[in-house]
Protein backbone atom coordinates (compact mmCIF):
# COMPACT_ATOMS: atom_id res chain seq x y z
CA UNK A 1 0.00 0.00 0.00
CA UNK A 2 1.57 3.49 -0.84
CA UNK A 3 0.25 6.41 1.69
CA UNK A 4 0.31 9.71 0.68
CA UNK A 5 -0.19 11.88 3.92
CA UNK A 6 -1.72 15.37 2.62
CA UNK A 7 -4.72 15.30 -0.25
CA UNK A 8 -4.40 18.96 -0.92
CA UNK A 9 -3.60 19.86 -4.68
CA UNK A 10 0.10 18.20 -4.52
CA UNK A 11 -1.28 14.98 -2.55
CA UNK A 12 -4.26 14.41 -5.05
CA UNK A 13 -1.47 14.80 -8.14
CA UNK A 14 0.72 12.56 -6.74
CA UNK A 15 -2.34 10.08 -6.08
CA UNK A 16 -3.42 10.83 -9.85
CA UNK A 17 0.12 10.18 -11.17
CA UNK A 18 0.46 6.68 -9.09
CA UNK A 19 -3.17 5.60 -10.82
CA UNK A 20 -1.79 5.71 -13.99
CA UNK A 21 1.33 4.07 -12.95
CA UNK A 22 -1.01 0.97 -11.69
CA UNK A 23 1.50 0.07 -8.91
CA UNK A 24 -0.44 -0.55 -5.77
CA UNK A 25 -3.20 0.53 -3.44
CA UNK A 26 -3.13 3.63 -2.48
CA UNK A 27 -4.34 5.65 1.18
CA UNK A 28 -5.21 9.48 1.38
CA UNK A 29 -4.33 10.90 4.71
CA UNK A 30 -5.54 14.08 6.10
CA UNK A 31 -7.33 16.16 9.35
CA UNK A 32 -9.48 17.79 7.51
CA UNK A 33 -13.02 15.87 7.81
CA UNK A 34 -13.81 14.56 4.33
CA UNK A 35 -11.02 15.85 2.00
CA UNK A 36 -9.31 12.87 1.66
CA UNK A 37 -12.76 10.60 1.37
CA UNK A 38 -13.51 12.97 -0.96
CA UNK A 39 -10.22 12.63 -3.24
CA UNK A 40 -10.56 8.48 -2.74
CA UNK A 41 -13.89 8.66 -4.44
CA UNK A 42 -13.29 10.71 -7.42
CA UNK A 43 -10.04 9.22 -7.78
CA UNK A 44 -11.30 6.41 -7.53
CA UNK A 45 -13.80 7.32 -10.51
CA UNK A 46 -10.74 8.19 -12.49
CA UNK A 47 -9.48 4.84 -12.10
CA UNK A 48 -12.26 2.95 -13.10
CA UNK A 49 -12.55 5.17 -16.39
CA UNK A 50 -9.13 3.99 -16.81
CA UNK A 51 -10.02 0.30 -16.33
CA UNK A 52 -7.57 0.26 -13.37
CA UNK A 53 -7.61 -1.98 -10.63
CA UNK A 54 -6.41 0.04 -7.47
CA UNK A 55 -8.13 0.54 -4.64
CA UNK A 56 -7.86 3.81 -2.90
CA UNK A 57 -9.27 5.15 0.60
CA UNK A 58 -9.89 8.18 2.46
CA UNK A 59 -8.94 8.72 6.31
CA UNK A 60 -8.48 11.09 8.93
CA UNK A 61 -7.07 8.47 11.02
CA UNK A 62 -2.98 7.72 11.05
CA UNK A 63 -3.81 3.94 12.17
CA UNK A 64 -4.97 3.72 8.90
CA UNK A 65 -1.53 3.45 7.54
CA UNK A 66 -0.45 0.69 9.30
CA UNK A 67 1.24 -2.06 6.63
CA UNK A 68 2.30 1.00 4.33
CA UNK A 69 5.14 -0.06 2.15
CA UNK A 70 5.56 3.60 0.91
CA UNK A 71 4.55 6.67 2.80
CA UNK A 72 4.62 10.19 0.63
CA UNK A 73 4.58 13.21 3.14
CA UNK A 74 3.02 16.00 0.73
CA UNK A 75 1.49 17.98 4.21
CA UNK A 76 2.32 21.37 5.32
CA UNK A 77 1.85 24.88 4.47
CA UNK A 78 2.28 25.80 0.81
CA UNK A 79 4.79 28.32 -0.47
CA UNK A 80 2.82 31.75 -1.17
CA UNK A 81 4.04 33.99 -4.16
CA UNK A 82 7.12 36.28 -2.70
CA UNK A 83 8.35 33.31 -0.06
CA UNK A 84 11.28 31.32 0.11
CA UNK A 85 11.23 27.72 0.54
CA UNK A 86 13.21 28.11 4.00
CA UNK A 87 10.61 30.97 5.39
CA UNK A 88 8.57 27.70 5.34
CA UNK A 89 11.41 26.23 8.14
CA UNK A 90 9.40 26.54 11.80
CA UNK A 91 5.93 26.11 11.07
CA UNK A 92 6.53 23.32 8.24
CA UNK A 93 9.39 21.31 10.95
CA UNK A 94 6.47 21.36 13.61
CA UNK A 95 4.14 19.38 10.85
CA UNK A 96 6.27 17.16 9.89
CA UNK A 97 7.95 16.25 13.60
CA UNK A 98 4.45 15.43 14.04
CA UNK A 99 3.83 13.35 10.97
CA UNK A 100 7.12 11.57 11.84
CA UNK A 101 6.42 10.49 14.90
CA UNK A 102 3.04 8.71 13.85
CA UNK A 103 5.06 7.19 10.75
CA UNK A 104 7.21 5.73 12.94
CA UNK A 105 4.82 4.38 15.70
CA UNK A 106 2.20 2.85 12.61
CA UNK A 107 4.19 2.21 9.51
CA UNK A 108 8.13 1.20 10.77
CA UNK A 109 8.95 -0.64 8.46
CA UNK A 110 7.92 1.58 5.09
CA UNK A 111 9.73 3.94 3.17
CA UNK A 112 9.20 7.83 3.71
CA UNK A 113 9.20 10.40 0.72
CA UNK A 114 9.00 13.73 1.14
CA UNK A 115 7.47 16.43 -0.89
CA UNK A 116 7.11 18.79 2.01
CA UNK A 117 9.13 22.19 1.85
CA UNK A 118 11.70 22.97 2.53
CA UNK A 119 12.21 20.40 0.73
CA UNK A 120 15.79 18.95 2.17
CA UNK A 121 15.13 20.02 5.69
CA UNK A 122 11.84 18.32 6.46
CA UNK A 123 13.71 14.89 4.43
CA UNK A 124 16.38 15.75 7.05
CA UNK A 125 13.49 16.12 10.30
CA UNK A 126 11.79 12.94 8.59
CA UNK A 127 15.00 10.90 8.96
CA UNK A 128 16.08 12.39 12.24
CA UNK A 129 12.69 11.71 14.18
CA UNK A 130 11.58 8.23 12.31
CA UNK A 131 15.09 6.83 13.59
CA UNK A 132 14.55 5.20 10.49
CA UNK A 133 17.66 3.65 8.20
CA UNK A 134 19.26 6.65 5.88
CA UNK A 135 18.09 4.59 2.65
CA UNK A 136 14.49 5.12 3.85
CA UNK A 137 13.89 8.09 4.22
CA UNK A 138 14.66 10.52 1.14
CA UNK A 139 13.29 13.76 -0.95
CA UNK A 140 12.09 14.35 -3.64
CA UNK A 141 13.77 17.93 -5.19
CA UNK A 142 15.89 16.91 -7.51
CA UNK A 143 13.68 15.18 -9.72
CA UNK A 144 11.45 18.30 -10.10
CA UNK A 145 14.16 20.53 -10.44
CA UNK A 146 15.63 18.08 -13.31
CA UNK A 147 12.64 18.33 -15.29
CA UNK A 148 11.91 22.11 -14.99
CA UNK A 149 15.76 22.07 -16.56
CA UNK A 150 14.59 19.72 -19.45
CA UNK A 151 11.84 21.88 -20.19
CA UNK A 152 14.11 25.21 -20.63
CA UNK A 153 16.73 22.90 -22.74
CA UNK A 154 13.99 21.87 -24.94
CA UNK A 155 12.36 25.59 -25.21
CA UNK A 156 15.76 26.98 -25.87
CA UNK A 157 17.15 24.16 -28.53
CA UNK A 158 13.51 23.58 -29.91
CA UNK A 159 14.33 19.94 -29.57
CA UNK A 160 12.35 16.76 -28.37
CA UNK A 161 12.10 16.05 -24.60
CA UNK A 162 12.40 12.74 -25.07
CA UNK A 163 15.83 13.59 -26.51
CA UNK A 164 16.72 15.32 -23.39
CA UNK A 165 18.39 13.97 -20.24
CA UNK A 166 18.83 17.13 -17.79
CA UNK A 167 20.09 16.97 -14.33
CA UNK A 168 19.90 19.15 -11.04
CA UNK A 169 21.97 18.38 -7.71
CA UNK A 170 21.99 20.75 -4.92
CA UNK A 171 19.39 22.41 -1.96
CA UNK A 172 15.99 22.50 -3.75
CA UNK A 173 15.96 26.33 -3.11
CA UNK A 174 17.89 28.95 -4.72
CA UNK A 175 21.23 27.53 -4.36
CA UNK A 176 20.03 24.36 -6.80
CA UNK A 177 22.71 23.25 -9.41
CA UNK A 178 21.90 22.58 -12.83
CA UNK A 179 24.70 20.87 -14.55
CA UNK A 180 25.07 20.87 -17.96
CA UNK A 181 27.81 18.43 -18.31
CA UNK A 182 25.99 15.86 -17.39
CA UNK A 183 22.77 17.39 -19.65
CA UNK A 184 22.63 15.88 -22.99
CA UNK A 185 20.74 16.21 -25.74
CA UNK A 186 20.40 12.71 -27.75
CA UNK A 187 23.91 11.91 -26.07
CA UNK A 188 25.84 14.96 -26.27
CA UNK A 189 26.50 17.28 -23.49
CA UNK A 190 24.27 20.45 -23.32
CA UNK A 191 28.34 22.12 -23.44
CA UNK A 192 28.50 21.26 -26.85
CA UNK A 193 25.49 22.62 -28.01
CA UNK A 194 24.91 25.34 -26.24
CA UNK A 195 26.86 28.60 -25.73
CA UNK A 196 27.81 29.47 -21.93
CA UNK A 197 25.56 32.66 -22.14
CA UNK A 198 22.75 30.75 -23.49
CA UNK A 199 23.57 27.99 -20.60
CA UNK A 200 23.57 30.29 -18.13
CA UNK A 201 19.91 31.83 -19.17
CA UNK A 202 18.52 28.53 -19.58
CA UNK A 203 19.61 27.41 -15.63
CA UNK A 204 18.38 31.47 -14.62
CA UNK A 205 14.96 30.13 -15.89
CA UNK A 206 14.99 26.62 -13.91
CA UNK A 207 15.86 28.68 -10.37
CA UNK A 208 13.15 31.06 -10.39
CA UNK A 209 10.50 29.30 -12.63
CA UNK A 210 8.86 27.82 -9.03
CA UNK A 211 8.34 31.25 -8.08
CA UNK A 212 6.89 32.17 -11.70
CA UNK A 213 4.22 29.39 -11.03
CA UNK A 214 3.41 30.21 -7.39
CA UNK A 215 3.09 33.52 -8.43
CA UNK A 216 0.75 33.22 -11.52
CA UNK A 217 -1.59 30.08 -10.16
CA UNK A 218 -0.53 29.74 -6.38
CA UNK A 219 1.69 26.41 -5.97
CA UNK A 220 2.98 23.87 -8.25
CA UNK A 221 0.69 20.87 -7.93
CA UNK A 222 1.13 18.45 -11.58
CA UNK A 223 5.29 18.57 -12.13
CA UNK A 224 5.51 17.42 -8.36
CA UNK A 225 3.10 14.68 -9.01
CA UNK A 226 4.65 13.31 -12.02
CA UNK A 227 8.48 12.94 -10.17
CA UNK A 228 6.88 11.53 -6.61
CA UNK A 229 5.14 8.76 -9.27
CA UNK A 230 8.49 8.16 -11.16
CA UNK A 231 10.18 8.08 -7.86
CA UNK A 232 7.83 5.35 -6.45
CA UNK A 233 7.57 3.13 -9.72
CA UNK A 234 11.47 2.98 -9.80
CA UNK A 235 11.11 1.79 -5.95
CA UNK A 236 8.04 -0.94 -6.55
CA UNK A 237 9.76 -2.13 -10.08
CA UNK A 238 13.02 -2.34 -8.31
CA UNK A 239 14.06 -0.63 -11.91
CA UNK A 240 17.09 0.72 -9.64
CA UNK A 241 17.23 3.98 -11.77
CA UNK A 242 19.43 6.69 -11.34
CA UNK A 243 17.48 9.81 -9.96
CA UNK A 244 18.51 13.07 -8.70
CA UNK A 245 17.16 12.99 -4.49
CA UNK A 246 17.41 14.40 -1.20
CA UNK A 247 19.54 12.28 0.41
CA UNK A 248 21.35 11.90 3.55
CA UNK A 249 24.87 12.11 3.45
CA UNK A 250 27.83 10.53 5.42
CA UNK A 251 31.21 11.95 3.82
CA UNK A 252 29.82 12.05 0.20
CA UNK A 253 30.89 15.38 -1.67
CA UNK A 254 32.66 16.19 1.88
CA UNK A 255 29.30 16.73 3.58
CA UNK A 256 28.15 14.99 6.60
CA UNK A 257 24.98 14.64 8.73
CA UNK A 258 22.66 16.65 6.01
CA UNK A 259 20.44 16.02 3.30
CA UNK A 260 20.82 17.51 0.15
CA UNK A 261 20.12 16.67 -3.85
CA UNK A 262 22.54 14.08 -5.14
CA UNK A 263 21.92 11.10 -7.93
CA UNK A 264 21.34 8.10 -6.50
CA UNK A 265 20.34 4.71 -7.05
CA UNK A 266 16.84 3.70 -6.00
CA UNK A 267 15.28 0.78 -5.88
CA UNK A 268 12.81 -1.38 -3.76
CA UNK A 269 14.64 -1.26 -0.36
CA UNK A 270 15.16 2.69 -0.94
CA UNK A 271 18.58 4.18 -1.88
CA UNK A 272 20.91 1.57 -3.18
CA UNK A 273 24.05 4.02 -3.67
CA UNK A 274 24.62 7.44 -4.08
CA UNK A 275 26.71 8.34 -6.90
CA UNK A 276 29.66 10.78 -6.46
CA UNK A 277 30.01 13.35 -9.37
CA UNK A 278 33.36 15.29 -9.78
CA UNK A 279 32.36 18.95 -9.95
CA UNK A 280 34.23 21.68 -11.05
CA UNK A 281 35.15 24.62 -8.79
CA UNK A 282 32.42 26.60 -9.52
CA UNK A 283 29.45 23.95 -9.41
CA UNK A 284 31.43 22.97 -6.02
CA UNK A 285 31.03 26.71 -4.77
CA UNK A 286 27.29 26.80 -5.65
CA UNK A 287 26.78 22.56 -4.12
CA UNK A 288 28.48 24.33 -0.91
CA UNK A 289 26.33 27.41 -0.61
CA UNK A 290 23.32 24.97 -0.70
CA UNK A 291 25.24 22.70 2.25
CA UNK A 292 25.74 26.17 4.01
CA UNK A 293 22.53 27.17 3.61
CA UNK A 294 21.03 24.08 5.31
CA UNK A 295 23.10 24.08 7.89
CA UNK A 296 22.22 27.31 9.38
CA UNK A 297 18.51 25.93 8.74
CA UNK A 298 19.45 23.03 11.14
CA UNK A 299 20.94 25.01 13.88
CA UNK A 300 18.02 27.36 13.90
CA UNK A 301 15.40 23.87 14.26
CA UNK A 302 14.29 22.47 17.48
CA UNK A 303 14.06 18.66 16.70
CA UNK A 304 13.36 17.65 20.41
Known amino acids: M ?13 ASSLITRGLDDILLVDIIEGLPQGEA ?27 SDIVVVTAGLPRRPGMTRLDLLQKNTRIINDISFKIAEYA ?19 LKVTGFQTQRVFGMGGMLDSARFRY ?34 SGKPLTELMSSEDINA ?13 ALKGGTVYA ?22 SAYL ?31 EDEETVFMKGVETLKKAVSETNLD
Open 224 to 245: PGSAVGEMIESIMKDKKEVMPL
Open 2 to 14: ITIVGAGRIGSSV
Open 152 to 185: FISEALGASRSSIQALVIGEHGESMLPLPKHSTV
Open 108 to 126: PKSIVLMVTNPLDMMTYVA
Open 250 to 280: NGEYGVKDLCIGVPAVLGREGIKSIKELQLE
Open 41 to 67: LDLGHMAASYGIDVSLRGTNDFKDIEG
Open 202 to 214: VIEKTRKTAADVI
